[in-house]
């Protein structure tokens, strides 16, 4: 099993990113990509899956149709993953999904497959919490779109990481691949990367994974750019590394079998001292690369 796919090698018709279980063989998590020129539309099914409709850039229409009716979002979207929190929209499965874009842009689809059905909803960019994570040369930004306990699933969390050039995030390196009640739980993990550039230069950056030793043997150390994207079954991930002078972006989908929702993890023993050293050092003043935009009246 390849576990780095490098940018066009998990692409698929209409899909620049195509990660289903069946291609990254497991059992719940997806990803997709799919860019629309101005003017365009794409149409999908969402089979036994949820999925989150996440602007990465531009903004879109979002059209849901199932046997109770139809539901339509309008998404203001964003520039770039690093020019703002986006709005986004929450599909059920079974349902029939088309996205319009009258400017055009890039859109992803997060999904996990899943038994129960939720109604379609809209998720105003207003309500994201961001959060500041560690301190020092491992601080980053999280933007909790869809995690645990922020927004309603059945089984899809999904997050986005941005990390300033230079800094470690996904540190101290941790896993969620042991049935371990409220301690562990077991998610299967896709990354898919970003990077601003530099004088027209093109960011990178690099991603550890190690064996856990729990059932598998993931081993990764890839260096990704731009629309890489890493599989995770198992196994100690991190540090996600970014060179200097780029920052970094990821989106993060998570999916598993635990009946609860939820995200829990365990630090690699070697590593989780680190944790202990940052409140003796200052959030690095980069961040927040910018904040949820405050809630209308």
Not at 45 to 50: A, C, F, Q, T
Not at 111 to 120: E, H, M, V, W
């Amino acid at each position: 099993m390849t576990y780095h796919l490098p940018a066009g090698e998990a692409a698929d018709g209409p899909y620049a990113v195509d990660v289903t279980p069946e291609s990254a063989g497991w059992g719940y998590s997806s990803l997709r990509v799919v860019r629309l020129p101005p003017g365009g539309s794409h149409t999908f099914d969402s089979g036994e899956s949820e999925w989150i409709v996440l602007p990465l850039s531009g903004g879109c229409t979002v059209r849901a149709t199932d046997e109770s009716g139809e539901d339509t979002f309008e998404l203001t979207g964003r520039e770039g993953v690093f020019a703002g929190v986006t709005d986004f929209a929450y599909v059920p499965r079974e349902a029939r999904t088309t996205l319009t874009s009258s400017g055009g842009g890039r859109f992803a689809l997060t999904g996990a497959r899943c038994t129960r059905r939720l109604p379609a909803r809209y998720g105003p960019a207003s309500e994201v919490p961001v959060e500041l994570r560690g301190t020092g040369t491992c601080s980053r930004q999280v933007n909790n779109f869809a995690a645990a306990g922020t927004f309603a699933c059945d089984r899809l969390i999904a997050v986005e990481v941005l990390t300033p050039g230079g800094n470690w995030s996904s540190f101290p390196p941790h896993k969620h691949d042991e049935h371990r009640p409220s301690e562990e739980s077991v998610l299967e993990e896709i990354y898919y990367f970003e990077f601003t550039d530099h004088a027209g230069i093109p960011g990178l950056g690099y991603q550890r994974v190690s064996p856990s030793g729990r059932g598998g043997g993931t081993d990764v150390l890839a260096e990704v750019r731009d629309g890489d994207v890493v599989l995770i079954p198992d196994g100690w991930h991190g540090p996600s590394m970014a060179v200097p002078g780029h920052h970094m972006y990821y989106l993060n989908v998570m999916a598993g079998p635990e009946a609860e929702r939820a995200w829990l993890i365990s630090d690699h023993p070697g590593h989780a001292w680190i944790r202990d050293t940052w409140p003796e050092q200052p959030v690095d003043p980069r961040l927040p690369l910018y904040t949820a935009p405050e809630r209308s009246a």
